[in-house]
Protein backbone atom coordinates (compact mmCIF):
# COMPACT_ATOMS: atom_id res chain seq x y z
CA UNK A 1 0.00 0.00 0.00
CA UNK A 2 0.96 4.12 0.02
CA UNK A 3 3.11 4.55 2.79
CA UNK A 4 5.50 7.75 3.65
CA UNK A 5 8.85 7.19 5.69
CA UNK A 6 10.23 10.58 7.40
CA UNK A 7 13.43 10.44 9.65
CA UNK A 8 12.77 10.36 13.40
CA UNK A 9 13.23 13.01 15.36
CA UNK A 10 13.36 15.28 17.61
CA UNK A 11 15.62 17.22 15.49
CA UNK A 12 17.42 20.11 17.84
CA UNK A 13 19.13 23.02 15.61
CA UNK A 14 20.67 26.30 17.03
CA UNK A 15 19.41 29.09 14.82
CA UNK A 16 19.91 29.94 11.49
CA UNK A 17 21.18 26.41 11.20
CA UNK A 18 20.58 24.49 7.89
CA UNK A 19 17.52 22.31 8.20
CA UNK A 20 17.17 18.48 6.35
CA UNK A 21 14.08 16.56 6.95
CA UNK A 22 14.31 13.23 4.74
CA UNK A 23 11.09 11.79 3.64
CA UNK A 24 10.28 8.88 1.07
CA UNK A 25 7.61 7.69 -0.15
CA UNK A 26 6.13 4.09 -1.68
CA UNK A 27 3.25 4.98 -3.72
CA UNK A 28 1.02 3.19 -6.99
CA UNK A 29 1.14 5.80 -9.50
CA UNK A 30 2.48 9.32 -9.66
CA UNK A 31 0.93 11.02 -6.03
CA UNK A 32 1.28 14.46 -5.26
CA UNK A 33 3.23 15.23 -2.16
CA UNK A 34 3.04 17.69 0.72
CA UNK A 35 4.68 18.73 3.90
CA UNK A 36 2.45 19.70 7.10
CA UNK A 37 3.54 21.32 9.93
CA UNK A 38 1.73 21.39 13.52
CA UNK A 39 2.64 24.04 15.70
CA UNK A 40 1.93 23.38 19.45
CA UNK A 41 -1.52 22.95 20.18
CA UNK A 42 -2.98 23.94 16.70
CA UNK A 43 -4.14 21.65 13.72
CA UNK A 44 -1.93 20.84 10.33
CA UNK A 45 -1.19 23.53 7.98
CA UNK A 46 -0.20 22.90 4.76
CA UNK A 47 3.38 23.82 4.51
CA UNK A 48 4.00 23.29 0.45
CA UNK A 49 3.07 21.06 -2.05
CA UNK A 50 4.52 19.17 -5.55
CA UNK A 51 2.56 17.54 -7.77
CA UNK A 52 4.83 16.17 -10.33
CA UNK A 53 8.16 14.94 -10.72
CA UNK A 54 11.17 17.90 -10.18
CA UNK A 55 8.51 19.98 -9.10
CA UNK A 56 9.93 22.59 -6.37
CA UNK A 57 7.63 23.48 -3.40
CA UNK A 58 8.43 26.52 -1.56
CA UNK A 59 6.95 28.47 1.50
CA UNK A 60 8.71 30.40 3.99
CA UNK A 61 11.93 30.19 3.10
CA UNK A 62 11.62 25.92 3.29
CA UNK A 63 11.82 23.84 0.11
CA UNK A 64 11.74 20.46 -1.16
CA UNK A 65 11.93 19.11 -4.21
CA UNK A 66 9.80 16.03 -5.68
CA UNK A 67 11.97 13.12 -7.02
CA UNK A 68 10.66 10.54 -8.68
CA UNK A 69 14.29 8.53 -9.08
CA UNK A 70 14.81 8.33 -5.69
CA UNK A 71 11.18 8.54 -4.52
CA UNK A 72 12.21 11.15 -2.12
CA UNK A 73 10.42 14.90 -0.85
CA UNK A 74 13.29 16.12 1.11
CA UNK A 75 12.43 19.77 3.12
CA UNK A 76 15.07 22.44 3.41
CA UNK A 77 15.38 25.61 5.16
CA UNK A 78 19.27 27.87 4.87
CA UNK A 79 18.72 29.06 8.25
CA UNK A 80 16.02 28.00 10.58
CA UNK A 81 14.24 30.30 13.29
CA UNK A 82 12.80 29.62 17.07
CA UNK A 83 9.63 30.42 15.41
CA UNK A 84 10.09 26.72 13.14
CA UNK A 85 10.02 24.78 16.32
CA UNK A 86 6.25 22.33 14.88
CA UNK A 87 6.41 19.19 14.09
CA UNK A 88 6.44 18.42 10.21
CA UNK A 89 4.46 15.89 8.59
CA UNK A 90 5.03 14.89 5.03
CA UNK A 91 2.40 13.29 3.47
CA UNK A 92 1.08 12.22 0.11
CA UNK A 93 -1.91 11.71 -2.11
CA UNK A 94 -2.42 9.17 -4.99
CA UNK A 95 -3.96 10.63 -8.07
CA UNK A 96 -7.88 10.27 -8.24
CA UNK A 97 -7.53 9.48 -4.12
CA UNK A 98 -8.65 11.63 -1.71
CA UNK A 99 -7.08 10.67 1.64
CA UNK A 100 -4.08 12.33 2.78
CA UNK A 101 -1.24 9.42 3.98
CA UNK A 102 1.17 10.84 6.47
CA UNK A 103 4.57 10.25 8.06
CA UNK A 104 5.35 9.58 11.66
CA UNK A 105 6.19 12.98 12.05
CA UNK A 106 9.41 14.78 12.83
CA UNK A 107 9.84 17.36 15.64
CA UNK A 108 11.95 20.48 15.08
CA UNK A 109 13.28 21.93 17.77
CA UNK A 110 15.12 25.22 17.57
CA UNK A 111 17.18 26.81 20.43
CA UNK A 112 18.27 30.68 20.54
CA UNK B 1 -7.24 30.30 11.25
CA UNK B 2 -8.49 27.62 7.99
CA UNK B 3 -12.11 28.08 8.61
CA UNK B 4 -13.25 24.64 9.86
CA UNK B 5 -14.32 24.58 13.09
CA UNK B 6 -14.50 21.85 15.66
CA UNK B 7 -16.37 21.36 18.83
CA UNK B 8 -15.70 20.00 21.51
CA UNK B 9 -11.73 21.58 22.03
CA UNK B 10 -11.69 18.63 24.75
CA UNK B 11 -13.45 15.73 25.63
CA UNK B 12 -13.00 13.34 28.84
CA UNK B 13 -14.76 10.49 28.92
CA UNK B 14 -14.96 7.13 30.96
CA UNK B 15 -14.66 3.65 29.39
CA UNK B 16 -17.61 2.12 27.25
CA UNK B 17 -19.37 5.68 26.90
CA UNK B 18 -20.48 7.25 23.20
CA UNK B 19 -19.33 10.76 22.45
CA UNK B 20 -19.74 12.78 19.09
CA UNK B 21 -17.39 15.08 17.89
CA UNK B 22 -18.94 17.34 15.22
CA UNK B 23 -16.97 19.82 12.31
CA UNK B 24 -18.14 22.13 10.52
CA UNK B 25 -16.45 23.02 7.23
CA UNK B 26 -14.99 25.92 5.57
CA UNK B 27 -17.77 28.02 4.06
CA UNK B 28 -18.34 26.24 0.31
CA UNK B 29 -16.40 22.91 0.41
CA UNK B 30 -18.34 19.83 -0.24
CA UNK B 31 -15.54 17.22 1.06
CA UNK B 32 -15.12 16.69 4.86
CA UNK B 33 -12.21 13.63 6.36
CA UNK B 34 -11.42 12.84 9.42
CA UNK B 35 -8.47 11.82 10.85
CA UNK B 36 -6.88 10.11 14.24
CA UNK B 37 -3.69 11.10 15.61
CA UNK B 38 -2.73 9.28 18.31
CA UNK B 39 0.92 8.57 20.05
CA UNK B 40 1.27 4.83 18.87
CA UNK B 41 -0.63 5.12 15.02
CA UNK B 42 0.39 8.52 14.41
CA UNK B 43 -1.85 10.19 11.65
CA UNK B 44 -4.51 8.21 10.49
CA UNK B 45 -7.16 8.97 7.63
CA UNK B 46 -10.72 7.42 9.32
CA UNK B 47 -13.67 8.51 6.52
CA UNK B 48 -14.12 11.03 3.85
CA UNK B 49 -17.85 12.43 2.67
CA UNK B 50 -18.62 14.19 -0.39
CA UNK B 51 -22.11 16.06 -0.34
CA UNK B 52 -23.45 14.00 1.94
CA UNK B 53 -22.16 11.09 1.04
CA UNK B 54 -19.53 8.60 2.00
CA UNK B 55 -16.51 8.51 -0.48
CA UNK B 56 -13.89 6.39 0.92
CA UNK B 57 -13.39 4.61 4.60
CA UNK B 58 -9.38 4.03 5.93
CA UNK B 59 -8.90 2.70 9.24
CA UNK B 60 -12.04 2.83 10.96
CA UNK B 61 -13.50 0.86 13.66
CA UNK B 62 -16.92 -0.46 13.52
CA UNK B 63 -17.48 1.24 16.97
CA UNK B 64 -17.23 4.71 14.92
CA UNK B 65 -19.26 6.15 12.86
CA UNK B 66 -19.75 9.26 10.78
CA UNK B 67 -22.26 11.45 8.85
CA UNK B 68 -21.78 15.06 7.08
CA UNK B 69 -25.12 16.56 7.07
CA UNK B 70 -27.21 18.63 4.12
CA UNK B 71 -25.89 21.55 5.67
CA UNK B 72 -22.45 20.12 5.30
CA UNK B 73 -21.39 20.29 8.87
CA UNK B 74 -20.12 16.49 10.27
CA UNK B 75 -20.29 14.41 12.76
CA UNK B 76 -18.05 11.51 14.21
CA UNK B 77 -19.46 9.09 16.80
CA UNK B 78 -17.24 6.58 18.89
CA UNK B 79 -19.10 4.32 20.96
CA UNK B 80 -17.89 2.02 23.17
CA UNK B 81 -15.22 3.71 24.26
CA UNK B 82 -11.42 2.51 24.97
CA UNK B 83 -8.56 3.52 26.70
CA UNK B 84 -7.23 3.17 22.98
CA UNK B 85 -9.08 5.38 21.51
CA UNK B 86 -7.69 8.46 23.17
CA UNK B 87 -6.53 10.66 21.15
CA UNK B 88 -6.57 14.15 18.69
CA UNK B 89 -9.24 13.68 16.13
CA UNK B 90 -8.82 15.97 13.25
CA UNK B 91 -11.39 17.25 10.55
CA UNK B 92 -10.35 18.57 7.64
CA UNK B 93 -12.40 19.87 4.60
CA UNK B 94 -11.78 20.38 0.60
CA UNK B 95 -13.28 22.04 -2.29
CA UNK B 96 -14.50 19.06 -3.83
CA UNK B 97 -12.77 15.64 -5.12
CA UNK B 98 -10.21 15.19 -6.81
CA UNK B 99 -9.69 14.47 -10.38
CA UNK B 100 -7.95 11.78 -11.67
CA UNK B 101 -4.54 14.63 -12.50
CA UNK B 102 -4.98 16.63 -9.82
CA UNK B 103 -5.47 17.37 -6.06
CA UNK B 104 -7.61 18.79 -3.68
CA UNK B 105 -5.84 21.11 -0.89
CA UNK B 106 -7.06 20.10 2.35
CA UNK B 107 -7.89 22.70 5.33
CA UNK B 108 -7.50 21.33 9.03
CA UNK B 109 -9.37 22.36 11.84
CA UNK B 110 -7.51 22.80 15.57
CA UNK B 111 -8.73 19.15 16.54
CA UNK B 112 -10.75 17.60 19.67
CA UNK B 113 -8.48 15.84 22.20
CA UNK B 114 -10.46 12.54 23.42
CA UNK B 115 -9.39 11.80 26.75
CA UNK B 116 -11.44 7.84 28.00
CA UNK B 117 -10.71 7.31 31.16
Known amino acids: GDSVTQMEGPVTLSEEAFLTINCTYT??????LFWYVQYPGEGLQLLLKATKADDKGSNKGFEATYRKETTSFHLEKGSVQVSDSAVYFCALSVKGGNKLVFGAGTILRVKS | DSGVTQTPKHLITATGQRVTLRCSPR?????VYWYQQSLDQGLQFLIHYYNGEERAKGNILERFSAQQFPDLHSELNLSSLELGDSALYFC????????????????FGPGTRLTVL
Open chain 1, 27 to 32: ATGYPS
Open chain 2, 92 to 107: ASSVGLAGDSSYNEQF
Open chain 2, 27 to 31: SGDLS
